[in-house]
């Protein structure tokens, strides 16, 4: 099953990503004996990691490096589509907040590109404990796009992310953004192949793939 779907605006304004990382997650957490507050955390990071590397190229090589308080790290990579995490087993033990993982030594970077086509690596503050705020503000630092991250209600392993193009219209951008977070909670617990249809009326379907 495709689990990422690319999409285009109907005016073109924006392009979107919508993913569903549940069977990702469940085969990259298989060990993970830590608490169901920071197991929800790796997987808002693995959802968010898998949208970014699918708005940028499906085929590049992309990794991201958390570093955060506690002695804590992350480090996430896709290569040919195929999804792989790492975490110190602090995380195993770790009995703590979120916002525990955070202070203003926190940082994340993230790296594409190879050895043969050359390697650009962006690194910005984590000094938020939302992933979402945390990627969004990476695309607003780094030679992104600003684009704008947003989780499926509770659902952890499903996300969209929504990137304006550079002529796009803000009012427009706005109200569209708007909606893309009124129609997030329906895509909570949707059936996946129904998904393209609730956006519809937004923007139309550009591509299909699957990240393993």
């Known amino acids: 099953m495709n689990n990422m779907i690319k999409m285009l605006s109907a005016n073109k304004d924006f392009r979107m990503v919508i993913t569903d990382t549940h069977q990702i997650s469940e085969k990259a957490l298989s060990e993970f004996t830590g608490t169901y507050r920071i197991r929800k955390f790796l997987e808002q990071i693995i959802t968010n990691c898998t949208l970014l590397s699918a708005i940028n190229d499906f085929n590049a090589k992309i990794s991201f490096s958390f570093r955060l308080s506690q002695g804590v790290s ?52 984590a000094y938020m404990d939302s992933v979402v705020m945390l990627f969004s503000h990476f695309t607003v630092q780094s030679e992104q796009l600003p684009s704008q991250f947003i989780m499926a209600g509770d659902n952890s392993t499903r996300g969209l992310l929504m990137q304006p193009l550079p002529f796009a219209n803000e009012k427009l951008i706005s109200k569209s953004a708007y909606e893309l977070v009124y129609l997030s909670k329906e895509l909570e617990q949707m059936n996946w192949d129904n998904v393209e249809n609730i956006y519809s009326h937004l923007a139309n379907v550009i591509s299909e793939n699957k990240i393993e």
């Open 74 to 125: 992350v480090f996430c990579q896709i290569t040919d589509s195929k999804f792989s995490i790492e975490y110190n087993n602090k995380l195993n033990e770790f009995d703590g907040t979120v916002t525990d993982l955070f202070d203003n030594k926190s940082v994340v970077s993230i790296t594409t590109g190879n050895w043969e086509t050359g390697l650009h690596t962006g690194t910005v503050e």
